[in-house]
């Protein structure tokens, strides 16, 4: 079935690193691919999205490319803040499932000063 | 600004009280509205879908008397957790997705925190 598998946390990082937070996914057809973000005690916020591939998403200094050849949807970002701490969960959606959410396990983030 | 509003966002309360959760779609027409549980340090799970007018679709394994989900306007999706007990503890998410946008993403509720006594 539909799947999303997502690097295990937590990663911790002092500030001003380069992250990455690796995300491959298994789905039959062309799914759209997310990222949110799960401030403690919060709901989710759509970080950056993706519709099809090669899209690049982009947002608050994260990047994530839409890689079908090795159905990737990585998260990247050059230089982390102490505010970046948080829950990131990348996600897809196929049309042909009316637009339901399939979520990886999640990534918790926590970044030192 | 937020386009999905959830209420209340915490509630705690005695073991067999039934206790209603709403969800409003802020500036759109919402005619889906998906329910989520959330444990902790753990990813969502789908809990069901809210249809507007019609009744919902429950994922498997979730008890539809037990979460009881009223979708009666465009713009607000109930969820209901009848005679909870401290295993219905839980971070309880809505999220709302604009129409006709099958492909698109869906926009969330802040959450809700359950805690049963």
């Known amino acids: 079935g539909d799947s999303v598998t997502q690097m295990e946390g937590p990663v911790t990082l002092s500030e001003e690193a380069f992250l990455t937070i690796n995300c491959t996914y298994t789905a039959t057809g062309y799914p759209s691919l997310f990222w949110y973000v799960q401030y403690p005690g919060e709901g989710l916020q759509l970080l950056l999205k993706?519709?099809?591939?090669?899209d690049k998403g982009s947002n608050k200094g994260f990047e994530a490319t839409y890689r079908k050849e090795t159905t990737s949807f990585h998260l990247e970002k050059g230089s982390v803040q102490v505010s970046d701490s948080a829950v990131y969960f990348c996600?897809?959606?196929?049309?042909?499932?009316?637009?339901?959410?399939?979520f990886g396990q999640g990534t918790e983030l926590s970044v030192k000063p | 600004g937020a386009v999905v509003s959830q209420h209340p966002s915490r509630v705690i309360c005695k073991s067999g009280t039934s206790v209603k959760i709403e969800c409003r779609s802020l500036d759109f027409q919402a005619t889906t509205m998906f329910w989520y549980r959330q444990f902790p340090k753990q990813s969502l799970m789908l809990m069901a879908t809210?249809?507007?007018?019609?009744?919902?679709?429950?994922e498997q394994g979730v008890e539809k008397d037990k979460f009881l989900i009223n979708h009666a306007s465009l713009t607000l999706s109930t969820l209901t957790v009848t005679s909870a007990h401290p295993e219905d503890s839980s971070f309880y998410i809505c999220?709302?997705?604009?129409?006709?946008?099958?492909?698109?993403?869906?926009?969330f509720g802040d959450g809700t925190r359950l805690s049963i006594l």
């Open positions: 809210s249809n507007e007018g019609s009744k919902a679709t429950y």
């Open positions: 993706a519709t099809k591939a090669d």
């Open positions: 996600a897809l959606t196929l049309m042909r499932q009316g637009g339901k959410l399939i």
């Open positions: 999220s709302a997705r604009y129409p006709g946008q099958g492909n698109q993403p869906q926009h």
